[in-house]
């Protein structure tokens, strides 16, 4: 089929040069609005296009895709992350589903750097001092913080994120540590000056910051739940650019205002923008709104991504960035 006769359907207002190309592309439906489509908008769209690009905040769950309409082929996810899509119910029913890898990777390890200084350093009472016209001057005792330079760094999640992490960390002169399913090859463990830890537990009890850079499944949801927050030291931070509902967002809450964690750096919440309250009061936590992959380079490349997606798959192929 050629691409101009794909009915695209983008949920949601993406950068301008991309849906440019797409016009130019494809038959598609835009959306000017800054928000995900309601459940209702998004059952209609998807039974009335040949491609879907969703992004996260459109559930696209079993029950949708089991009432999508039958030209419904393609799901070019326009963002990395999938666990917003029943992945496994579209392949059943024969729909592809594509995402956008690689393109977010560089901001993402950029943000996270930023995170990572944020509480040791407190930046947000610094920043908080000045706006509020409170700041009488440098003192020696003012505002001290913790140096990071040769803590330890434990990063949950050593994909294309994770490794972006440790090249930046190394530079800090931070030791790297990390969780992962698998093993990195030696020869990458041994360039990232990595060391891999089997057990999450045991790792936890030893690093000064975590850095959590795993996909949200269903094994990875409350990873880091209550039992595990009690085994870090009192002194570790905690630092989230991936999906909130890895943690447990009340435990650490709870252990946050205890004092028996020393911080947390988060961009992302368990309940999206639905954020614990207790958290939002605290000095040692610092909050992003989901905005660790926010460059305009990034998202046009996202776009670019969806765009060859579309175009591969209208050609016949496997898409590049297809998930199995
Ligand atoms: C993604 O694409 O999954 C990111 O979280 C969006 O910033």
Known sequence: MNSKQFKVRVTRQLPEPVETRMKELFDVNLSNSPYPLSRKELAKAMKDCDVLVPTIGDKVDKELINEAGKNLKLIANYGVGFDHIDVSKALQKGITVTNTPNVLTEDTADMAMALILSVPRRIKEGVKKLEDDQWDGWAPNALLGHRIYGKRLGILGMGRIGQAIAKRAKAFGIQIHYHNRNRLPIKLEESLEATYWESLDQMLARIDLLSINAPHTPSTFHLINARR?????????????????????????????????AGAALDVFEKGNDINPRLKELD?????????????????????????????????????????
């Open 229 to 261: 927050l009690k085994l870090m030291k009192k002194t570790a931070y905690i630092i989230n650019t991936a999906r909130g509902e890895l943690i447990d967002e009340n435990a650490l809450t709870r252990m946050l205002r205890s004092g028996q964690l």
């Open 284 to 324: 040692n936590v610092f909050m992003l709104p989901h905005m660790s992959s926010a460059t305009i380079e990034g998202r046009i490349e996202m776009g670019e991504k969806v765009i060859v997606n579309i175009q591969t798959f209208s050609d016949g192929h496997t898409p590049p960035d297809i998930i199995l």
